[in-house]
C-alpha cells in the first residue's frame, strides 16, 4: 500500500504548484532510495553518503539560500523538504539540515564575497560537506559560557578548544566553528587536515545512529586571517542560524510523525486480535485520532510560520514555539504508535521505534524542550529564568 500522507485540512490546497511539485519530488525519492536503506544503516550506526551526490542533485542542499548557484526556494518549500526528509529519517533531515541551515546559511549572510564563491557552489553540490560546532562539553544550553578562544597571531588566528555533539563533524570539509576572539564570539570556518584539528566520530548512541556525530578537537589550529567570517559579532550570530534550522526542525518533526501515524494506521487495520481488526477498537481509535489532530495542528502552524519567514518577519520566539510543539508532539505520536504496533514496533521491519528513538535527539538539540520553554517564558512576561 503506498504511503498515505495524512492532511485533514486539505493543506494542500494552500500550497503552490511548484511546492507540491517540489514535495512530491522528494516524497518518491525518500520512498525509492531512503526507505529500502535506511533501517540497515541505522542498526549498524553508518551514514548512507551514497545518498549526498542524489540529495545535490535534487537540489536538496542549501535549497533555501539564494545565489551562487543555489535556488532560493521559500520556508515553505523549503520546510516541506524536510518534512519529506525526516519522514525518511531524522539522520538524512539532520545532514540536510546542518549543511543548508548552519553551514550555508551563515556562509551567505556572514561569510566574505571569497568565502561564499569558494564553499557556497561546492556544498550546494554535495562536492563539500559541512559541520556546525557550537557545543562544548561543558557548554550546550549556555553556548555563551564557551571555552574555545581564538587568538590572533601574525597572520594567522590560532584556536584552542573543543566541540561535542556535532552532527556531520567527522565527513566535513568545512567547520563552522564558534570561539570567542578577544572576549567575542565569532565564527571561523576550519578545513578538514588543518593540523591540530581532529575530527573524531563519537560512537555509542541508542538515537539518530544514521548519522555522524562528533567531537572535534582543536589544537593550536592555525587558520589564515581571511577565515574569519566577517559578517557577525557576539552570540547572536550562532543563534540567528539556530533560528533557520529550528525553523527546519518544526518541519522536519512533522514528517516523522506522519510516518509513525501511517504505519500505524495501516498496522491497526490489518492487525486482528479477538477477531477483529484492532482499528475497531475504540482505544486504538483514540490514539490514531489524537496522533492525527495533532499532526494537523502541527501542518497548520508550520504553514503559518512559513509564510511569515517568507514574509521576512518571523520572530526567534515564533520558531522556538514551532519547534517545542512539534518535537513534543511528534515524539508522543511516535512513541503512542509504537504502542499500537505491539511487539512488532520494537522491531527494524518497521519505522516507528527508530523515529522515536530519533526525536529524543531532536527534542534535546538545537534548544532542549525546556529552553524553549524558557525563551518563550522570557517573551511573554519579560522575566529571564535562565539564571
Ligand atoms: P542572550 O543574552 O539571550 O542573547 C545573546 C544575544 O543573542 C541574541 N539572541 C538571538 N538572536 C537570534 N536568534 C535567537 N534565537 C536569539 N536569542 C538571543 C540576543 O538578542 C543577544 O543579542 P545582542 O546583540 O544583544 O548581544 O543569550 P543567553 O546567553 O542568555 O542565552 C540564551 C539562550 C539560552 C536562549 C540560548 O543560548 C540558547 O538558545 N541555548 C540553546 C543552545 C542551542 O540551541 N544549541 C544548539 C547547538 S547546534 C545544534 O544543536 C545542531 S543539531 C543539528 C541537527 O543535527 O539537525
Ligand atoms: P545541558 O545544557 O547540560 O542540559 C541538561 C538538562 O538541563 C536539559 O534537560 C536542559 O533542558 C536542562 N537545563 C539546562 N539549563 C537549564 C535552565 N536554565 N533551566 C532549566 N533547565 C535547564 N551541537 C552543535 O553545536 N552542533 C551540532 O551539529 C549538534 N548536533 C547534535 C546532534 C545530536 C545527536 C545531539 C544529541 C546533540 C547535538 N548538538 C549539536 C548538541 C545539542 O545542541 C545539545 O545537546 C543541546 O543544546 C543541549 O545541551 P547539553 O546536551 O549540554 O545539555
Not at 542524489?54 to 521559500?74: F, H, Q, R
Not at 570539509?173 to 565564527?187: E, N
Request: proline share 4%.
Amino acid at each position: 500500500m503506498p504511503y498515505e500522507a495524512p492532511d485533514f485540512y486539505g493543506i494542500d490546497e494552500l500550497l503552490t504548484e511548484d511546492e507540491r511539485m517540489i514535495r512530491d519530488a522528494v516524497r518518491g525519492w525518500v520512498e525509492d532510495r531512503v526507505l529500502p536503506v535506511i533501517s540497515e544503516h541505522y542498526l549498524n550506526g553508518t551514514f548512507p553518503t551514497d545518498l549526498i551526490p542524489e540529495m545535490a542533485e535534487l537540489g536538496l542542499l542549501g535549497a533555501g539560500i539564494d545565489g551562487y548557484g543555489c535556488p532560493g526556494l521559500g520556508a515553505v518549500a523549503y520546510g516541506l523538504i524536510l518534512q519529506e526528509l525526516e519522514r525518511g529519517d531524522s539522520g538524512i533531515r539532520s545532514f540536510a539540515s546542518v549543511q543548508g541551515s548552519l553551514v550555508m546559511w551563515p556562509i551567505r549572510h556572514y561569510g566574505s564575497e571569497e568565502q561564499r564563491k569558494r564553499w557556497l557552489p561546492a556544498l550546494h553540490k554535495g562536492e563539500a560537506i559541512g559541520c556546525f560546532g557550537l557545543t562544548e562539553p561543558d557548554h550546550g544550553s549556555d553556548p555563551g559560557g564557551m571555552e574555545t578562544r581564538a587568538v590572533k597571531q601574525g597572520d594567522r588566528y590560532v584556536l584552542n578548544g573543543a566541540k561535542m555533539w556535532i552532527t556531520n563533524g567527522s565527513m566535513a570539509d568545512v567547520a563552522v566553528v564558534w570561539a570567542k576572539l578577544d572576549g567575542v564570539v565569532r565564527g571561523f570556518l576550519v578545513e578538514k587536515g588543518t593540523p591540530g584539528f581532529l575530527q573524531r566520530s563519537m560512537g555509542k548512541k541508542f538515537s539518530l545512529r544514521a548519522s555522524d556525530t562528533s567531537e572535534l578537537v582543536l589544537q593550536d589550529v592555525a587558520v589564515p586571517l581571511g577565515n574569519l567570517m566577517p559578517g557577525v559579532e557576539g552570540l547572536r550570530g550562532p543563534l540567528n542560524c539556530l533560528t533557520q534550522a529550528r525553523a527546519g526542525i518544526a518541519w522536519g518533526v512533522c514528517g516523522a510523525a506522519m510516518a509513525c501515524y501511517d504505519e500505524a494506521r495501516r498496522y491497526a487495520l490489518q492487525r486482528t486480535q479477538f477477531g477483529k481488526p484492532i482499528g475497531q477498537f475504540q482505544i486504538i481509535q483514540g490514539k490514531l485520532v489524537e496522533a492525527l489532530a495533532e499532526i494537523t495542528k502541527m501542518q497548520l502552524l508550520n504553514l503559518r510560520m512559513g509564510r511569515i519567514k517568507e514574509g521576512g518577519k518571523v520572530t526567534p520566539q515564533q520558531v522556538s514555539l514551532a519547534k517545542r510543539n512539534g518535537c513534543h508532539f511528534a515524539l508522543e505520536i511516535a512513541r503512542t504508535c509504537r504502542q499500537i504496533l505491539g511487539a512488532n514496533g520494537i522491531t527494524a521491519e518497521y519505522q516507528v521505534m527508530r523515529h522515536m528513538c530519533n526525536l529524543e535527539s531532536v527534542i534535546t538539540y538545537e534548544g532542549t524542550h525546556d529552553i524553549h520553554t524558557l525563551i518563550l517564558g522570557h517573551a511573554i512576561t519579560g522575566l529571564d529564568a535562565f539564571r
